[in-house]
């Protein structure tokens, strides 16, 4: 393990790699390409803040080890939530991380195509997905009827919830779409059900992570932007 720079460090390659080697980049998109977990944001507007961002913590360190159980449990806890809470805390919590826009930016002009792949939610991702110009996206879906969220995740064409495994299978089908193979991808997440992926990508990225995540990633940002990712890659 090595810091090349101040809060960025290296292990199991010799930097700097080149860009265009790579023909995909993954996103996980809470706490990495924005700055907040939009479900205990949402949670905020019935007082459940707490209640919710104890069970994404203890998820994120790896603790809670089913993600699925874990997202219905917090999920469960949003019944009731007025749908128009969901703008709100877009247009008045939600930034793009530091760096983000950047490297999007350089990946696109390194010809490479960009995914971003959640365990959070459709209304969050498809906005930023449209904000980033992002090639891909999957994510959860949330329930709502008469204007109020369920409690519960709507069932997909792939599935129902995208916990650790549909992230690395998502990752994997889109190489395959895009005829490249996995050691041409790469996945950058902070929390543990971001593993999976990171695992089969050629490179991967912590963003200011949990510690499980720094110390499998061959490329842990501890401080600073997103965008120190290209410090790595020229």
């Not at 265009?20 to 905020?44: H, P, V, W, Y």
């Not at 395959?176 to 996995?182: H, M, R």
């Amino acid at each position: 393990m090595k810091e090349l720079s101040p809060g960025l460090v290296v292990q199991r390659f010799t930097p700097p790699l080149a860009l265009a080697d790579f023909k995909l980049i993954a996103f996980d998109m809470d706490s990495t390409l924005i700055n907040i977990e939009c479900i205990d944001e949402i949670a905020d507007a019935v007082g459940k803040k707490a209640e919710v961002a104890a069970i994404t913590e203890a998820t994120m360190r790896g603790e809670i080890k089913d993600f699925k159980e874990s997202l219905r449990r917090r999920v469960a806890l949003l019944k009731g939530v007025p749908v128009a809470a969901l703008q709100q805390v877009y247009d008045q919590r939600l930034q793009l991380n530091p760096g983000a826009a950047q490297l999007v930016l350089a990946c696109k002009a390194a010809g490479l195509k960009v995914l971003l792949v959640s365990g959070g939610f459709t209304f969050f991702a498809n906005r930023v997905k449209d904000r980033l110009g992002i090639d891909f996206a999957r994510s959860n879906l949330l329930d709502e009827a008469d204007g109020l969220l369920t409690g519960e995740v709507v069932q997909q064409s792939w599935g129902d919830i995208c916990d650790g495994a549909e992230k690395r299978r998502t990752l994997l089908e889109v190489a395959s779409l895009l005829g490249i193979s996995a050691a041409e991808t790469i996945a950058v997440g902070d929390g543990a059900n971001d593993l999976p992926m990171m695992g089969e990508a050629g490179l991967s990225v912590a963003f200011h992570a949990k510690p499980l995540v720094r110390e499998q990633a061959m490329v842990a940002i501890n401080e600073g932007g997103l965008d120190r990712l290209l410090e790595v890659l020229r």
